[in-house]
């Protein structure tokens, strides 16, 4: 581990941090609340506190302890300090790929700004760790002290954003007209704001969390007197996260559907942007969803099942890993979500994925099951994939099925048909009618559905299992989550790890990751794994930069006890903290070896 954070460079990884606030939250809401709204210190900044349900805030500070349990709240309100660069090497190199990234960066503004931070080092640099110098880091830098009235006779004039679009905006983004929720009277094109977070607040019923305005809202200032005098002015102190200048009016900003409402040019935190960057050459990806794909161990020639695949990223991963060398199935139960793997695949000039829609808890069917449209896969049954593209190519030339068939065509436009037409069929044909083309056939794709595939059809399967996500950065909100909620994600999950099972060959490989902090979802789906299937063995990952699991028990106060990792265990899978000094998201990998299974 010492040794994986000197390859990191932690030197340049490493950003500013502060003391995490003692207060609770609600002393801290009431203490906001009495001081004086007028107080630049204290009202124009960045500090936001996490607000987690009690009982929820309870079991993670068993779980890590109160002092690194606040450090890892802490961090979770900052995005990393850099973004990580995932090179496509079927197309280009990690070198060409940094001479074109320092070279964008010389030619834009924000680029600039990324040079000017620290003039002893470039901010671009290949990733140090073995197996992963097709890694670039481009490094930011905050947070950043911003004087928001700067040259103002008063208070900036203020912009009010939803919190998505903040988390965004923090990432590098910038601030798109339908993230705005308010705004300051008479905000002209051209006008400089300060740019601010709505964030959810406790209703009246116990779990109900909603923000307290309806998009159009007015944010009223009193600019003869200097003060805020609205009565939100509370829950936007310490959420102020740039200054810049607008693109549009106010009434602009509530009349079009898109666009770039405030060019934020002065930020808390300082991130590029990678939107229509080099794409099919460069994917911007999370250091520990890398290292989950090198865990995972991929041949050239075999065949792998990504069961919960989009929106691709793993996926294309694996395959370059594998040098574009054998089966990749990529499934989903999201239509959609197919389409954007079909898609990403494409961009990157990938063939050997091929996508399914396919439910993860249904993954698995017995061979007197299979119907007679199955698909073979280098000659062999490996399931029932349907009505998918024959090629990237197909999904990548914008045409629909319907344009290539003239009988599919005809079905679509027909409103009303035989004894063989359902109602249901009618319907749909009817709103395809009204409303026209949907994004399928806009994209000129088609997901396949599968019915499942054989057991012991593949030789390794990756199960990045849907979570609670309370490892992803920068969060602002966390309070719908409660004990039972994260608990019912663990049986989710472990139902998905029943259908994975079944479907890896004896000596395969299964990965199992997460993007959580959350136990229940990670050493106890481990735990459970272990118990009920004892032909599974944690096996060794490479690279292995994560920390250890957490090992032990937890009691809950209703009597419900979970088990997690026991001794000797814990260095067995990879654990990201978002407060450590790789400075990730929070992550979790767990990789199992396969025995016979009699």
Known sequence: MKKARVLLKPSLLSRATTVFSSLSPSRLLSHQMETNPSSDSSRYCYDPVLRWDPQVEDYFNKAYGPDHFSRISKALTRPSSYSCIRVNTVKTTSDAVIEKLTKI???????????????????????????????????????????????????????????????????????????????????????AVAVCVAMEQPGDDEGDWSVNMTRGTTLQVDMCRSVIVDPFYCERRGLYIGMGTTRLSRAGMF?????????????????????????????????????????????????????????????????????????IVAADRSHNKVLDVQKLSAEMGLRCITTCKLDALKSVCLPN????????????????????????????????????????????????????????????????LKNGRGRTQSQGGRAGKSQGFPPNSFDRVLLDAPC????????????????????????????????????????????????????????????????????????????????????????????????????????????FDPSSELDTIGFFIAKFSVGPKD
């Open 105 to 191: 960066l010389n030619e834009s503004e924000d680029g600039l700004k990324l040079l000017q931070s620290d003039g002893s080092s470039s901010p671009i640099s290949k990733c140090q760790i073995p197996g992963l110098e097709y890694v670039v880091f481009v490094h930011g830098s905050g947070p950043h002290r911003i004087e928001y009235g700067s040259g103002l006779e008063g208070p900036p004039k203020e912009v009010l954003v939803s919190r998505k679009c903040a988390e965004a905006v923090l990432r590098g983004a910038q601030v798109y007209v339908p993230g705005v929720l308010a705004c300051t009277a008479h905000v002209e094109k051209g006008d």
């Open 468 to 575: 609670s996500a309370l490892g992803l950065r920068p969060r602002l909100f966390a309070g719908l989550e409660s004990v039972i909620s994260l608990r019912n994600h663990g049986r989710y999950q472990r139902k998905m790890l029943d259908q994975a099972v079944q479907l890896v060959r004896i000596g395969g490989i299964l990965v199992y990751s997460t993007c959580t902090i959350n136990p229940s979802e990670n050493e106890a789906v481990v735990r459970y794994a272990l118990d009920k299937y004892k032909f599974l063995s944690l096996a060794p990952q490479h690279p292995r930069i994560g920390g250890p699991g957490l090992v032990g028990r937890c009691e809950f106060p209703d009597g419900y006890v979970e088990e997690w990792l026991k001794p000797g265990e814990e260095e067995m899978v990879q654990k």
């Open 255 to 327: 009349r079009v559907p898109h666009g770039v409402a405030v060019d934020l040019s002065n930020r808390v935190f300082r991130l590029p942007s990678f939107h229509n960057v080099l794409e099919g050459e460069i994917f911007l990806q999370n250091l520990p969803s890398i290292v989950a794909a090198h865990a995972l161990d991929p041949q050239k020639g075999e065949r792998i099942l990504d069961m919960c695949a989009a929106p691709g990223g793993k996926t294309t991963a694996i395959a370059i890993l594998m040098n574009d060398e054998g089966v």
């Open 369 to 432: 099951a299979l119907s007679d449209s199955t698909t073979l896969v280098n000659g062999e049954n490996i399931g029932s994939v349907t009505n998918h593209l024959s090629s990237n190519e197909e999904m990548a030339s914008g045409r629909s099925e319907a344009e290539k068939s003239p009988e599919v065509n005809a079905s679509t436009e027909q409103p009303s048909g035989g004894d063989d037409v359902s109602e249901a069929e009618i319907r749909k044909n009817k709103g395809r």
